[in-house]
C-alpha cells in the first residue's frame, strides 16, 4: 500500500486549491479524481470572484467571501510565479444590474441587510443610478435602471485557475492519480485506507472534496455533506473588442474578448443538458442590458451542475468520529480558491479546523427529534 501525508478526494477547483495548500505546507498528498466521467463544476463555471451578494443572514459567509476576494492576487501571483499560468485575475470591482424599479429596491434592501450583518466589519457598497452605471460601463440599454456596485468582486480565468493549482500542486512534491473512483473506504482515527483503481493507498489525514460525489462519501468517514445539484447555463459570444471594464452578475467579458453571459439556475436533478427556453431568456436580458450585445453571434453554450448546500452557504467539517477526515463543500469554489489554498489547507495541515470555521458545520442542518 502506497502511504502519503494526506489524501484529498476530487480533483476540481475545491480539491486542486486544498491538495496545493497542503503540498506548499510541506506535506506530500496525493489528490485522486474520477476523470472525465465526472460531473466538473470547476470546467463549467462562469468565473467570478464574486462578494456582493454572498452571505446574506449569513455573516460569517460575508466575511469568508471577502477573505478569499484579499487572498486571490497574491495566490494569482504566487501561482504565476510557480507555475508560468497566468489564471487572468482582476478586481476592477463589479455591478449587479437591475431592469426595473423593483428589482433596485429589492437590491437595495438586500446590500443594506449586507452592511447592516457586517458588523465592524464593515461592507461599503453603493446603488448606482442609469447615468452612473453608463459611465462605469458605457453601451448600457434604457432598460438598465440602475446597479449596486461594490469595489470588492472581480472574475478570472477559472480554466487557467485549474491547470495551475493543478500545476502547482504536482510542482510541489504532490502526486495526481486521475480516472480513479472512490467508492470504498476504511476508515479509523487517523488512519485511512483507500481502494483507488487496482492499488490501495493510505494516509492519516483525507479530506473529501469531491463536489457533488462528498454526498455519498461523507457518511464512510463519519461526515455530512447533503450536497445537491442545481444546474447552470453559460452562453460564450464570438470576441470583440475590450468593452466591459467590469464584470456583471450575468455578464462579463473575458480576457480573452469574449462575453460569457450566464448563468441560470435550475433544480433539474443531474441533468446536464441544455434547453432553449432558458438560454434565450438569458440572451433575451444580457441583449436588454446591452443592446450592442445582440449583433455578437453566439459561439459555444454549456451546462454544468453546481454543488449545492441547502441553504447554499459552503459545508466545511471535520469528523469527530474519525479524526483526521474532513470536507469541503460549496457552489463558489472559483471564490473561495483564496481561502481553500491560503486558509483552509494550513488548518488541515495542523490537524484541526479553527473554531470560527464552526457556523459552516454540517451540524446545523441537524433538527432535534421529537420526544
Ligand atoms: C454554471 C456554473 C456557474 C458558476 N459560476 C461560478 C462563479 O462565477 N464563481 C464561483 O466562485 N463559482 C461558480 N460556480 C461554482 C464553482 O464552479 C464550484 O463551486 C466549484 O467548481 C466546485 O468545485 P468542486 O471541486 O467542489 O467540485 P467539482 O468541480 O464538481 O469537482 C469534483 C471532483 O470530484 C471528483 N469526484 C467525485 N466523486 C469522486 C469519487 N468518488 N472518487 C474520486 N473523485 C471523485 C470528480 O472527478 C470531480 O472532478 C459555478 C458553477 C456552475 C455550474
Request: aromatic share 8%; hydrophobic share 45%.
Amino acid at each position: 500500500m502506497r502511504r502519503f501525508d494526506a489524501i484529498v478526494i476530487g480533483g476540481g477547483l475545491v480539491g486542486a486549491a486544498i491538495a496545493y495548500g497542503l503540498a506548499r505546507e510541506g506535506m506530500v498528498p496525493a489528490l485522486i479524481d474520477e476523470g472525465d466521467i465526472a460531473y466538473r463544476a470547476s470546467r463549467g463555471n462562469f468565473g467570478l470572484v464574486w462578494v456582493q451578494s454572498k452571505g446574506l443572514g449569513a455573516p460569517h459567509y460575508q466575511r469568508w467571501t471577502r477573505r478569499s476576494a484579499e487572498e486571490w492576487p497574491a495566490l494569482a501571483a504566487e501561482l504565476f510565479a510557480r507555475t508560468g499560468v497566468a489564471v487572468g485575475h482582476e478586481r476592477p470591482g463589479g455591478v449587479h444590474l437591475c431592469l426595473s424599479r423593483a428589482e433596485f429596491a429589492e437590491r437595495r434592501v438586500r446590500m443594506e441587510q449586507m452592511r447592516r450583518e457586517s458588523g465592524n466589519f464593515g461592507f461599503d457598497y453603493r446603488m448606482l443610478g442609469h447615468d452612473e452605471v453608463a459611465a462605469l460601463l458605457p453601451g448600457i440599454g434604457p432598460a438598465v435602471v440602475g446597479a449596486s456596485f461594490t469595489a470588492y468582486d472581480g472574475h478570472a480565468n477559472s480554466l487557467a485557475l485549474l491547470h495551475a493549482l493543478h500545476r502547482g500542486f504536482v510542482g510541489r512534491g504532490g502526486v495526481y492519480l486521475p480516472n480513479r473512483t472512490i467508492t470504498e473506504a476504511v476508515a479509523a482515527p487517523r488512519d485511512f485506507r483507500l481502494g483507488a483503481g487496482a492499488e490501495e493507498i493510505g494516509a492519516p489525514v483525507v479530506v473529501l472534496a469531491a463536489g457533488l460525489g462528498n454526498a455519498a462519501l461523507a457518511p464512510r468517514f463519519g461526515l455530512s455533506a447533503p450536497v445537491r445539484p442545481q444546474r447552470g447555463q453559460i452562453l460564450v459570444t464570438e470576441r470583440a473588442g475590450r468593452v466591459m471594464a467590469m464584470p456583471t452578475t450575468t455578464v462579463r467579458q473575458t480576457l480573452e474578448g469574449g462575453i460569457m453571459i450566464g448563468d441560470s439556475q435550475e433544480d433539474v436533478g443531474f441533468d446536464t443538458g441544455q434547453r432553449i427556453d432558458v438560454m434565450r431568456a438569458m440572451a433575451h436580458r444580457a441583449v436588454l442590458s446591452f443592446p450592442w450585445l445582440a449583433g455578437l453571434q453566439i459561439v459555444r453554450a454549456w451546462a454544468a451542475l453546481r454543488v449545492m448546500p441547502p441553504d447554499g452557504v459552503p459545508i466545511y467539517d471535520q469528523s469527530e468520529r474519525f479524526p483526521g477526515a474532513f470536507t469541503a463543500n460549496c457552489h463558489s469554489g472559483v471564490t473561495l480558491t483564496g481561502v481553500h489554498a491560503n486558509v483552509f489547507a494550513p488548518m488541515v495541515a495542523a490537524g484541526a479546523l479553527d473554531p470560527a470555521l464552526a457556523p459552516f458545520s454540517a451540524r446545523r442542518f441537524d433538527v432535534p427529534q421529537a420526544a
